[in-house]
């Protein structure tokens, strides 16, 4: 009795550890929901900051336009050259859906002063923080959409972190025009680590 309970249990614990395989188009869904813990938002007064983590695969498929692995020799060199940074995407939007561009100026200088700082110098305002690692941002873009869009939207880089998936993620974002302070956006590495393996044929 008490063998066949021991092989159940190590029958569950090896399961838990193979982790399912999806096909592309399932695989941004997936990394896509709200519900896997890899996209998080957090509100601060009248805004909305959400964070998506990007596993490098996910990354990877959408330099190969999105839901299809077009080339798989493409793929895989496109995930050599990315391996060394960790991928986000930031996003701030407002609560009502207003502009977050225009949210609360006074004056047309004031927004000047917030689409340049959005767009030169924000980069200087975000850090990653692992354990004791803090990881400063090496790269980032602001996606303009000239408000066609509700979503100011940021893509963020930092450097690999030797901790890798082991640690949680805290991201770090020192606002400075929208006077919301400080904003903390945690992706808890248990959400990393239950990310699936993208199928690649």
Do not use: W
């Not at 790269?139 to 998936?165: A, C, G, M, W």
């Amino acid at each position: 009795m008490n063998r066949t309970i021991t092989c159940i249990l190590i029958l569950c614990l090896f399961s838990g550890c193979i982790k399912r395989k999806l096909e592309p188009g399932e695989y941004v869904r997936y990394i896509k929901n709200p519900k896997k813990g890899i996209f998080v938002e957090k509100t601060i007064g009248e805004y909305v900051f959400g964070l998506q983590y990007k596993p490098l695969d996910y990354v990877a498929l959408l330099e190969q336009r999105g839901d299809s692995v077009l080339n798989n020799k493409d793929f895989k060199a496109d995930k050599e050259k990315m391996k060394n940074s960790q991928h986000f995407t930031f996003t701030i939007r407002t609560r009502e859906g207003k502009s977050v561009l225009k949210q609360d100026i006074v004056d047309e200088k004031e927004l000047y002063d917030r689409i340049n700082y959005f767009s030169y110098v924000m980069q200087e305002d975000f850090k990653l923080v692992e354990g004791k690692d803090t990881l400063k941002c090496t790269f980032y873009h602001f996606e303009r959409t000239y408000d066609l869009s509700p979503y100011l939207t940021f893509i963020v880089e930092f450097e690999q972190s030797k901790k890798k998936n082991r640690a949680n993620k805290l991201f770090i974002y020192e606002d400075r025009i929208l006077k919301t302070g400080t904003v903390k956006i945690m992706i808890k590495s248990g959400s990393i680590k239950r990310i699936p393996v993208l199928k690649i044929h």
